[in-house]
Nanobody
Framework: QVQLVESGGGLVQAGGSLRLSCAAS????????MGWFRQAAGKEREFVAA????????RYGDSVKGRFTISRDNAKKMVYLQMNSLKPEDTAVYYC????????????WGQGTQVTVSS
């Protein structure tokens, strides 16, 4: 059982940076892989990034690879998404996810945080 709360979203200019945080609660947090997804208005949810329980393996969606970095701190029960070189097309609601059954499938979701990138 995991509860997830995202924070750090906001308005940023193109080319800027933003760091999203996800606070997790639940006694089995360290056993879960974690991920980030996003959903832009009128579009389907899109995979952004994922990280293994140990932090030793990561995956990124093609659209963000080289610009975004996922990390986690199991002692603090936190997962982060560092977003650099932001583009207007990165505008979306970003969701934290836990309880991976694969790199792209998860059982637990946060409520999301809005990221808006202006040109």
């Amino acid at each position: 059982q995991v509860q997830l709360v995202e924070s750090g979203g906001g308005l940023v200019q193109a080319g800027g940076s933003l760091r999203l945080s996800c606070a997790a609660s639940g006694r089995t947090f360290s056993s879960y892989a974690m991920g980030w997804f996003r959903q832009a208005a009128g579009k389907e949810r899109e995979f952004v990034a994922a990280i293994s329980w140990s932090g030793g393996s990561t995956r990124y969606g093609d659209s963000v690879k080289g610009r975004f970095t996922i990390s986690r701190d199991n002692a603090k029960k936190m997962v982060y998404l560092q977003m650099n070189s932001l583009k207007p097309e990165d505008t979306a609601v970003y969701y934290c996810a836990a309880g991976a059954t694969s790199w792209y499938e998860y059982d637990y979701w946060g409520q999301g945080t809005q990221v808006t990138v202006s040109s």
